[in-house]
């Protein structure tokens, strides 16, 4: 079975930085994309970024460009999102999502067959 297990959130204050873990496990080929998501009380689950794990250029949502990365450990179907200059609408749930096999990300949550439960990420101002 397929576990997508989240870590590193929690609580900073605007301007700082986290760094968020996803480890997959139970999936011994490589995912076709991995991307991160959050989810802020009252809105909807939204992309924060996505990468190819064959390769190619990151996707960022405009809201984190340029201050956060997405990279990945492809030996060990892991990928982790640097976040800094935190924003107090940053604050939400952050999930990992990987999709089984394929070429391309995208943008779409039901794109997306594996989730994890979740980290949160709390910015205070």
């Known amino acids: 079975q397929v576990q997508l297990v989240e870590s590193g959130g929690g609580s900073v204050q605007a301007g700082g930085s986290l760094r968020l873990s996803c480890v997959a496990s139970?999936?011994?080929?490589?995912?076709?994309?991995m991307a991160w998501f959050r989810q802020a009380p009252g809105k909807e689950r939204e992309i924060v970024a996505s990468?190819?794990?064959?390769?190619?250029?990151?996707y960022y949502a405009d809201s984190v460009k340029g201050r956060s990365t997405i990279s990945q450990d492809n030996t060990k179907n892991t990928v982790f999102l640097q976040m800094n200059s935190l924003k107090p609408e940053d604050t939400a749930m952050y999930y990992c999502?990987?999709?089984?096999?394929?070429?391309?990300?995208?943008?779409?949550?039901?794109?997306?067959?594996?989730w994890g439960q979740g980290t949160q990420v709390t910015v205070s101002s």
């Open positions: 999502a990987a999709v089984r096999s394929g070429f391309v990300c995208s943008d779409s949550e039901t794109y997306y067959q594996y």
């Open positions: 139970g999936y011994t080929y490589s995912f076709g994309c």
């Open positions: 990468i190819l794990i064959a390769g190619g250029t990151p």
